[in-house]
């Protein structure tokens, strides 16, 4: 289950261009089990129109202080009964009245009133982003405990390219879902690996797999929300997830030594990558052609990964692997959970509906050394992520 399900939360839309992307954060936070409760302040509403955010939230845009059907405070009502509060858009004038406390409007007086956490997503262009002033009150309403989504680099309004466009939408719902969801993970160093590994034939060709990489990110999306600090190291080209650092490799060779740089360190390894079991002995450094007949194509076996990391595992290392099988599913894994001396298999017999390569869902079994198999039926990657996660965690928690 989302850690956003069932939690009721207050998105303030202020004045910026970039109030249009606070459709699409609506639309996420309501379709991950939020009641999402939108405010508007005068000037967003020359930006998006109070009737379209109404229309995807959970209910009616609210928008002034005065001339409330239901209530004469809105703002200590909506404050009182928010679990989570997200300003985004937020303006430099947004931020400034908030610092301040200067409540002139049923946003800032909703901020004022409220206990709840608070997230501000700061979006202006670049001079102002870095102005002194600006940079003050970030800094200060940091200190208060306000969580900062930082804008990123990239286009802005009127062709300027530079800091200050407004985060993503998905980082944005992440970072409601690190600050309503457990931290269990905080301070825990994880690495993911995520997709296919290609190994050359030749500088065409090569030999892959049919693995989308979707649950190794949603792996490490999960992790990263519960305060993990995440190094995904990953064959596939996918958004990536917020505050995930991505290292992008494409052959087993190059995997094996992006993974074992860092897993001496490292608290916890999730191999979720489907490794190639073979490659080409020689590969050409040109296009094979085909006039010159079918090439003789000698294969050798790739480094066991996983197995090197078992032989070499540290002392109180978290290591999980993943087992996509065709038949006999939990006996197949039991074996290479033992022979690989894991601490968890994450196994998914990929030739059953919607389950596995490609799919958005999957179903899994978790094994683990001494215990009963898990049986997780099917369900979004995401949600087998955190049941893995989940998992993860208990094993943390029992070697420690």
């Not at 959970?58 to 009502?77: D, R």
């Not at 303006?91 to 301040?100: E, N, S």
Request: glycine content about 8%.
């Amino acid at each position: 289950m989302s850690p956003l399900q069932g939690k009721r939360i207050v998105l303030g839309v202020t004045g910026g261009i970039a109030a249009y992307k606070a459709i699409e954060i609506c639309r996420r936070l309501v379709d991950a089990g939020a009641h999402v409760v939108p405010i508007m302040t005068d000037a967003a509403q020359h930006f998006v129109g109070p009737t379209t955010l109404s229309a995807l939230a959970s209910e009616p845009v609210q928008t002034e202080l005065w001339n409330n059907a239901t209530t004469p405070i809105p703002h200590t009502k909506v404050g009182q009964g928010a679990d989570l509060i997200v300003v985004a858009p937020a303006t430099a004038k947004a931020i400034a009245a908030y610092r301040i406390g200067y409540s002139h409007d049923l946003l800032q007086n909703t901020l004022i009133a409220t206990r709840a956490p608070v997230i501000v997503c700061p979006a202006m262009h670049t001079e102002m982003w870095e102005h002194p002033s600006v940079v003050d009150n970030i800094s200060t309403l940091r200190e208060r405990g306000v969580h900062i989504v930082e804008p990123e680099s990239g286009r802005l309004a009127g062709g300027d390219v530079g800091a200050g466009r407004l985060a993503s939408p998905e980082s944005i719902v992440a970072a409601a879902e690190r600050v309503l969801g457990p931290s269990d993970l905080l301070g825990v160093s994880m690495i993911v690996s995520a997709g296919g590994t290609r190994e050359p034939i030749d500088s065409v060709r090569v030999i892959a797999n049919r693995s989308s990489g979707k649950q190794g990110y949603a792996v490490a999306a999960e992790a990263a929300a519960r305060g993990a600090s995440v190094t995904l190291v990953s064959t596939v080209s996918l958004p990536v997830p917020a505050g995930v650092t991505v290292v992008s490799v494409e052959t087993a060779a190059q995997m094996q030594a992006a993974i074992e740089a860092h897993a001496p360190s490292t608290d916890v390894i999730v191999m979720a990558a489907a490794v190639a079991d073979f490659r080409p002995v020689h590969a050409a450094d040109h296009k094979l052609k085909k006039h010159d007949g079918a090439p003789e194509v000698v294969l050798e076996a790739t480094p066991d990964i996983l197995a090197g990391l078992g032989e070499r595992k540290p002392e109180g290392q978290v290591l999980v692997g993943f087992a996509a099988e065709t038949n006999d599913l939990v006996a197949n894994a039991q074996s290479k959970l033992e022979r690989k001396r894991l601490d968890l298999i994450v196994a998914n017999d990929v030739s059953a509906p919607d389950v596995g390569f490609a799919h958005d869902t999957n179903a899994v079994t978790l094994l683990r050394p001494g215990a009963k198999p898990v049986e997780i039926d099917l369900a979004s990657k995401r949600d087998v992520a955190r049941a893995v996660i989940d998992t993860i965690a208990e094993i943390q928690t029992g070697k420690n």
